[in-house]
Nanobody, 125 residues
Framework: QVQLVESGGGLVQPGGSLRLSCIAS????????IGWFRQAPGKEREGVSC????????LYADSMKGRVTISRDNAKNTVYLQMSGLKPEDTAVYYC??????????????????GGKGTLVTVSS
């Protein structure tokens, strides 16, 4: 049974930082591209960042580029999303997803077959 479990969300003030984690089980982790996505209230889900199976290549969406860093620890089956300079418009449920796909389509969500239930990030004073 494949599971991806996100954690690390919470309430943070504007300008603050959070580190999200995604732990996967039931898949051969280092065969999979992992992506972070988010969905704000009333908006469509959008890609935030993706990382290649080895961790050597990363992609970032323009909306958060320069404010987020994605990384992975294949020994721990875990991917991280370090976020800083958070803004109220970053408020959303953040999800991780896994797929055996090339990196390029990941931000569109294409081929990301497995996903978690998400963790809520609220940016507010």
């Amino acid at each position: 049974q494949v599971q991806l479990v996100e954690s690390g969300g919470g309430l943070v003030q504007p300008g603050g930082s959070l580190r999200l984690s995604c732990i996967a089980s039931g898949i051969i982790f280092d065969w999979h591209v992992i992506g972070w996505f988010r969905q704000a209230p009333g908006k469509e889900r959008e890609g935030v960042s993706c990382i290649s199976s080895s961790g050597g290549t990363t992609l970032y969406a323009d909306s958060m580029k320069g404010r987020v860093t994605i990384s992975r620890d294949n020994a721990k089956n875990t991917v991280y999303l370090q976020m800083s300079g958070l803004k109220p418009e970053d408020t959303a449920v953040y999800y991780c997803a896994a797929g055996q796909v090339p990196l390029a389509p990941c931000l569109r969500g294409a081929g990301m077959d497995f996903g978690g239930k998400g963790t809520l990030v609220t940016v507010s004073s």
